[in-house]
């Protein structure tokens, strides 16, 4: 099982969707979550922190269940400007990080 | 606000030829890390550095080296370039106090021909 996973889509979604992607993650010991946007050959960029209690800005919202060992991002209304690949982050401890292999996702006008 | 620098952004290399890839941090990060990302592909760790002295190997570290003699820099080598070497190379670092971000540079581009 690969320590993070995430399906890699694409997802093909209209202007003004809400579209949802998860993350799995193998270690419970796993201590910070991050979203990470990457736009196409350029670097990856942090999107936001996942917080225990769930967190959000602006159309963006993310959500942990360390229960279950997932990570979920939430895009609302959707923009052609978001169309790029989310990258799930997990830190183990330390400097430990992993990163997922990302979900592509198309916004169409 | 420079964060991390990366130089060159593009390369073209002949098989067999060496080069160094640079990257500077200015924001006192004391952990960096050298990535590769092929095409469609994830990221995957070359080398890392928990500070100036340290270093340590990633997942792909075959082919290349690097060294930290500097707090703001972590330059990788690539020897006797080959194909299999054709990749963007993206440089981050992150701070000491654990559970932090990775901040990245904008990358270098090398084919190998």
């Known amino acids: 099982r690969k320590e993070v996973e995430q399906d890699p889509g694409p997802f093909n979604v209209p202007e003004g969707a809400t579209v949802a992607f998860n993350c799995t993650y193998s270690?419970?010991?796993?201590?910070?979550f991050f979203w990470y946007r990457q736009d196409c050959r350029k670097e990856p960029k942090l999107l936001m922190s996942?917080?225990?209690s769930g967190n959000e800005d602006g159309r963006f919202t993310a959500q942990l269940n360390r229960a279950s060992q997932y990570i979920s991002l939430l895009i609302r209304d959707s923009k052609l400007s978001d169309s790029a690949t989310y990258l799930c982050?997990?830190?183990?401890?330390?400097?430990?990080?992993?990163f997922g292999a990302g979900t592509r996702l198309f916004v169409k006008a | 606000n420079a964060g991390v620098t990366q130089t060159p952004k593009f390369r073209i290399l002949k098989i067999g030829q060496s080069m160094t890839l640079q990257c500077a941090q200015d924001?006192?990060?004391?952990?960096m890390y050298w990535y590769r990302q092929d095409p469609g592909m994830g990221l995957k760790l070359i080398y890392y550095s928990v500070g100036a002295g340290i270093t340590d190997k990633g997942e792909v570290p075959n082919g290349y080296n690097v060294s930290r003699s500097t707090t703001e820099d972590f330059p990788l080598r690539l020897e006797l370039a080959a194909p299999s070497q054709t990749s963007v190379y993206f440089c981050?670092?992150?701070?000491?106090?654990?559970?932090?971000?990775?901040?990245f540079g904008d990358g270098t581009r090398l084919s190998i021909l």
């Open positions: 924001m006192n990060h004391n952990y």
């Open positions: 270690n419970s010991a796993s201590q910070s």
């Open positions: 996942v917080y225990s």
């Open positions: 982050v997990v830190i183990d401890g330390g400097f430990k990080t992993i």
């Open positions: 981050a670092s992150s701070s000491s106090y654990s559970n932090q971000p990775q901040h």
